[in-house]
């Protein structure tokens, strides 16, 4: 009997190299394509922050590297990523906070930073 594959292989892999790919709009309506929104919701209205973290969630943790690119806004992910990150698995998490430095933690040198302190890398 064979298995089915993990549905966190390859996780890494679906992540952008950078910020700079991901070019998704910032505001209007996301109208999602089958393979994405089979379930549930499948337009998104990105000017409602709630709606809008379900969409970034469905495209983070059921889309590929494309779908991150072209529904994305690099903008709008490292302004909802405090919040969006607790609403995805911890693979996800540390697979996007790994390859995105803004959304990882960073080692803090700044004034008042105690030795060693470790801030997210979303507080600039």
């Given at each position: 009997m064979s298995t089915l594959p993990s549905r966190w292989d390859?996780?890494?892999?679906?992540?952008?190299?950078?910020?700079?790919?991901?070019?998704?709009?910032?505001?209007?309506?996301?109208a999602l394509p089958v393979h994405l929104g089979w379930s549930g919701l499948t337009e998104?209205?990105?000017?409602?922050?709630?709606?809008?973290?379900s969409l970034y969630r469905t495209i983070i943790t059921g889309g590929g590297r494309s779908d991150a690119e072209s529904?994305?806004?690099?903008?709008?992910?490292?302004?909802?990523?405090?919040?969006?990150?607790?609403?995805?698995g911890p693979s996800y998490r540390r697979a996007w906070e790994t390859k995105i430095?803004?959304?990882?933690?960073?080692?803090?040198?700044?004034?008042?930073?105690?030795?060693?302190a470790l801030t997210p890398g979303w507080e600039r």
């Open positions: 390859g996780v890494e892999q679906r992540v952008p190299e950078s910020l700079a790919d991901l070019r998704g709009p910032a505001t209007g309506t996301v998104y209205d990105l000017v409602n922050p709630l709606l809008r973290m529904y994305l806004n690099a903008e709008l992910l490292v302004a909802d990523w405090p919040t969006l990150r607790r609403g995805i430095a803004a959304l990882g933690w960073r080692h803090d040198t700044g004034p008042g930073a105690g030795a060693g």
